[in-house]
């Protein structure tokens, strides 16, 4: 009976400050949220992809190399991220699961309230092409076809109809600035234009989502800034969700969103 009433003692004298520090702490916990989000636009309330508790570890002989430790992030429609970090930090493993290119250990992924882990190799596949576009540091363009085939080998696991393919090949061709160049071979090209090439092609099935990893690693610094300005483009006039993995801080600071991966998990 002592104790309780000396804790009401308690609780009378210092209510005041208890009710302060949490003021405190909500306040604190508010800004620091604002930081991490750092909107700068209006961004869609829906969430296109759902990563939940997400682990991926590697085989290397008998060891097991931790990539992911458990990562959860909700990517909203629309939304342009960086995912930054050092090397090894988990980068391009994160950007593989949500592209459906690997599984998880543990851990789900969804993209459009899709369980990638539910469907099989063969539907992961379908889905991918219809949904994903894939763009990487090294643009992979085939040597020896024109930048026209190129484009428009992108469209065959699709089955599109050949004419609807040539179209849109074109007219991706003006979006990325290179309708002048569609018969060329890449060794024509310079990398700024490869890798805007590649960056059409992976635009060719109407992909809902762009993933790329390190698209600026291999170019100039006026180059990368072409191509941060044509995925902002792409976002603004196709509303496409896009995550790019980068370690230019240049283009961290242009993206909705900064996700920073430390050691396999979100910093
Ligand atoms: N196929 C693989 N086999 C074994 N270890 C891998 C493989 N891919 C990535 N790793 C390891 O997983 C960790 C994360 O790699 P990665 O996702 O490539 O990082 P980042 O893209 O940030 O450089 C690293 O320790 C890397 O060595
Ligand atoms: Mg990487």
């Keep these: ?13 210092y209510k005041g400050d208890i009710e302060r520090a949490i003021a405190d702490l909500r306040r604190i916990a508010t800004e620091k949220k604002q930081q991490i989000s750092r909107p700068k636009r209006p961004i869609s309330e829906e969430v296109v ?34 995912l930054t970090g050092v090397s090894g930090s988990g ?42 576009g894939f763009i990487f540091q090294f643009f992979y363009l085939q040597p020896f076809l024109k930048l026209r085939q190129n484009l428009e080998v992108a469209g065959i696991p699709l089955r599109t109809k050949p004419v609807d393919r040539r179209k849109k090949l074109e007219s991706l061709a003006e979006v990325v600035g290179l309708a002048d160049r569609l018969d060329h071979f890449p060794k024509e090209l310079s990398g700024g234009q490869m890798q805007r090439a590649a960056i059409a092609r992976a635009l060719l099935n109407d992909p809902k989502i762009l993933l790329a990893d390190e698209p600026t690693g291999n ?14 483009k792409i976002r603004d006039e196709f509303g496409t969700t896009i995550i790019i993995v ?22």
Excluded at 53 to 59: A, E, M, P, Q, R
Excluded at 220 to 230: H, Q
């Design 219 to 232: 170019l100039d610094s006026k180059n990368s800034a072409a191509i941060i300005e044509l995925f902002e």
């Design 246 to 267: 980068t370690h230019d801080a240049a283009i961290a600071a242009r993206a909705d969103r900064e996700i920073r991966l430390k050691d396999g998990v979100i910093a």
């Design 1 to 13: 009976m002592i104790a309780r009433e000396e804790g009401e003692q308690f609780l009378h004298v």
């Design 91 to 132: 980068k391009s493993t994160l950007l593989q699961l949500i592209g459906g290119l690997d599984k998880p250990t543990s851990g789900t992924v969804e993209v459009y309230s899709q369980n990638l882990s539910k469907l099989s190799d063969r539907h992961v596949s379908e889905f991918r092409n219809r949904t994903i």
């Design 49 to 82: 992809i759902r990563v939940s508790g997400l682990t991926k570890s590697y085989s290397v002989g008998k060891q097991q190399v931790s990539a992911l430790g458990g990562v959860s992030v909700d990517i909203h429609k629309g939304e342009f991220v960086a």
